[in-house]
């Protein structure tokens, strides 16, 4: 059986200090259409924001006096809402993608993994690209070394060297990131436009 989607419930704005449950004895208002009306006696402002069929909304609460604005509290919320699931989509990193070679790879292998790598950079990921050692191989490092040079060679046109190739266990790894600018410059994107 498959496991499990799991349920990630929506980010949750905590519920706002307003109307009657602000506590502050005088607050600094700014109206509804963003005028500031100065400070008032917090009694006076709900009344102005109930005159208004509006609410009384804290926003500023640390401040001396605390700032309070007269909005809509549903519109408000969902305005907070939408924001904060906006910078959440938006903070996401572009995914990571993998390559994979030996020392012994065949040329038809290594110019596969390029053009696959090629694919990922076009699309704007990163490309970790690992060397793995097998038995006595870890002594030709130089021989490594070179087909990481040629496997970057095969992809320069759509990237560029962000880590170079070091040696971690048996294992050789690069990181390549993409090149925006190499990727519209060229030929076969200005031969398919």
Not at 67 to 73: F, G, P, R, S
Not at 110 to 122: I, M, N, P, V
Request: proline share 6%.
């Amino acid at each position: 059986m498959p496991p499990r989607k799991r349920y990630s419930p929506a980010v949750r704005i905590p519920r706002p200090i307003m109307n009657e449950r602000i506590f502050a004895r005088e607050v600094f208002v700014v109206g509804s259409d963003g005028e500031k009306l100065g400070k008032m006696l917090t009694s006076e402002a709900v009344a102005k924001a109930k005159a208004e069929e509006l609410d009384l909304i804290l926003v500023a609460p640390k401040a001396i006096p605390p700032v309070a604005k007269i909005l809509d509290c549903g519109k408000w919320m969902y305005e907070q809402q939408k924001a904060l699931s906006k910078n959440k989509s938006s903070g996401k990193a572009k995914e990571m993608k993998g390559v994979r070679l030996g020392v012994r790879i065949a040329e038809g292998d290594l110019a596969t993994r390029a053009k696959q790598g090629r694919d990922f950079l076009a699309k704007g990921h990163k490309l970790r690209v690992v060397l793995q050692f097998k038995g006595r191989e870890m002594t030709h490092f130089d021989l490594a070394l070179a087909k990481m040079k040629e496997f970057a060679a095969r992809v320069d046109e759509v990237s560029s060297i962000e880590e170079l190739p070091k040696k971690m266990g048996r294992q050789l790894i690069m990181i390549l990131k993409p090149e925006k600018k190499k990727i519209i410059n060229s030929p076969e994107n200005e031969a398919q436009n």
